[in-house]
């Protein structure tokens, strides 16, 4: 056993709404500079639909993640080192910029200035990349709410898995049409294939915490991680010539703050907490042969942190005792391992993602009342899951690859807590068989009630501060050189940083101090606005 810890994420898509305030204020904070205008970490897209880039998970176009060779070892999809140095002039498996979109502005100028006349002045839409006058076709978010439209169901290569598998199961009349919003950044995976693509070793996944990073001073622009990951979390800077991704906001981790995109979620639908997995058995849960054997495989990984062997080994392998006490009380761990309820985004890659989702079941409640049925017995929504206007073998190949059981069991889950908590209130006496249908017991289905629908802040963000030991290195980690991020247009270029007051670079201001944050921290939780 080899004990490792890594911050992890869920998202319950039963909360999310699609406003996108995630991917607003994750731009601002990370994105909002030149060469970077099409590049969003974090993105809500309505399923089904093409995603952004637009078809990313079809893997037989875009070679993205692991495969397994004749002797069932692991290959990266792209290829190996041969293949490498044949196109690493000219990589053909990347995104064009069609792909992505190609990101406008509108010549506002025009408006403030035209002369007095007859004709109404218009903002004609301009091209970021050149300034020349451009033709709108495609964006990040073209396609938000317009998922039940055939124009772009049609047009989503899970809708097309689905359909060989089930070809009565998704279709776009509008009274069968559906749709759910899946916001994705990058999924610090536990076997990255990014990294494993990169031919310079700029890309590199942290041992302390397990977030996937880029070394912008090692970085030489290959571009082999775009073409490596399977869920295109990774960009180009045109501008630099450095790939750039989701850093899971890792200033902030440090310190014990969420992320930024978990901090302004309206839905409160992100938690992130510890989860310990065993180091050495990633790789043999990644070449399990059947593809709807890796969620379990998965599973297997994680490691338990009540237990007292695991925790020994977690200590003797260097764990801090903060971190260990976090994973105990981690809510994606409880919501992954003990609940059961969080699920893989696409496990069918092999990469071993650690942003898990709780399946949408929304829509059968309407959908029951509207028929004239009781919306929260639970009879009626367990017979109601296999009927869902969500089929679930759209759900499975999104996040089981095609097996509908775990979606199933989870979605029963969550109905036996409507139901059950739908008796608390009304002063009922709540069925016992209820939760012992679902393998549950009444405590747990309110403590899963009590972390999904009501949990406070710390509930939901379990976070330790980085090892004592390393505190003073992250308070003076701005030397005279500059970290990686202070290059010409970076985010630690100076002014208010992305992290806060004063967290920009040597360059402009002093030091940040680990100090700031936990003042920033309270400033933020605080419900006494007279004590910020």
């Not at 693509?197 to 030489?220: F, T």
């Amino acid at each position: 056993m080899r004990p490792m810890a890594q911050i992890a994420m869920v998202m319950n898509l039963d909360k999310c709404i699609g406003c996108h305030t995630c991917s607003v204020t994750c731009k601002q904070a990370w994105t909002n500079r030149r060469g970077m205008e099409y590049v969003w970490f974090n993105n809500v897209e309505t399923r089904p639909g093409q995603g952004y880039p637009r078809r990313y998970e079809d893997q037989e176009r875009w070679r993205g993640g692991w495969e397994l060779n004749k002797r069932g070892a692991l290959k990266l999809k792209a290829g190996g080192r041969l293949r490498k140095l044949a196109g690493i002039f000219s990589n053909p498996e990347l995104p064009e910029i069609k792909d992505y979109y190609e990101p406008w502005t509108y010549d506002y100028k025009n408006l403030t200035d035209a002369p007095l006349g007859d004709d109404y002045p218009v903002a004609r839409p301009l091209s970021q990349l050149d300034g020349k006058p451009t033709k709108v076709e495609w964006s990040s978010n073209w396609d938000d709410s317009l998922a039940g439209a055939p124009a772009y169901g049609d047009l989503d290569p899970m809708v097309e898995r689905t359909r060989q598998q089930a070809s009565d199961k998704v279709r776009f009349e509008y009274e069968q049409t559906f749709m759910f919003y899946l916001p994705r950044i990058c999924e610090h995976c536990l076997n990255p294939s990014c990294v494993a693509s990169c031919p310079s070793g700029a890309m590199y996944k942290r041992a302390e915490d397990g977030i996937v990073l880029v070394d912008q001073d090692g970085c030489r622009g290959w571009r082999m991680c775009v073409t490596g990951c399977p869920y295109k979390k990774v960009y180009f800077n045109h501008r630099t010539g450095k790939a750039e991704k989701c850093t899971l906001c890792y200033p902030r981790i440090e310190v014990g703050l969420p992320t930024v995109c978990s901090e302004t979620c309206v839905g409160r639908l992100r938690y992130l907490g510890v989860v310990l997995y065993d180091a050495d058995k990633v790789t043999a849960a990644a070449s399990v042969k059947d593809e709807k054997a890796l969620y379990e495989a998965q599973l297997g990984v994680f490691l338990d942190p009540e237990d007292e062997e695991v925790r020994r080994a977690a200590e003797s392998a260097g764990i801090p005792y903060d971190w260990l006490e976090a994973a105990r009380r981690s809510p994606v761990h409880a919501l992954i391992s003990k609940y059961r309820v969080a699920l893989p985004l696409h496990p069918e890659y092999r990469t071993m993602p650690m942003v898990w989702y709780i399946p949408p079941l929304s829509p059968v409640v309407d959908a029951l009342s509207e028929s004239g049925h009781d919306g929260e017995d639970a009879g009626n929504l367990f017979g109601a899951i296999d009927t869902l206007r969500i089929p679930l073998e759209y759900l499975a190949e999104v996040f089981t690859a095609g097996d509908v059981g775990p979606v199933r069991a989870s979605l029963e889950k969550l109905a036996a807590m409507r139901s059950h908590m739908r008796a608390l209130n009304l002063g009922e006496e709540p069925d016992p068989a209820l939760p012992a249908a679902v393998g549950m017991e009444p405590g747990e289905i309110e403590a899963m009630y009590r972390l999904l629908a009501i949990a406070k802040y710390d509930d939901r963000y379990v976070i330790p501060t980085a090892a004592m030991g390393d505190a003073r290195r992250l308070e003076e980690s701005a030397l005279p050189e500059g970290c990686s991020l202070d290059y010409e247009g970076g985010p630690g270029m100076g002014g208010d940083g992305p992290f806060g007051q004063d967290s920009a670079g040597r360059k402009l201001l002093p030091v940040v101090s680990v100090e700031n944050f936990h003042v920033l921290r309270k400033r933020q939780t605080s419900d006494d606005t007279e004590e910020t």
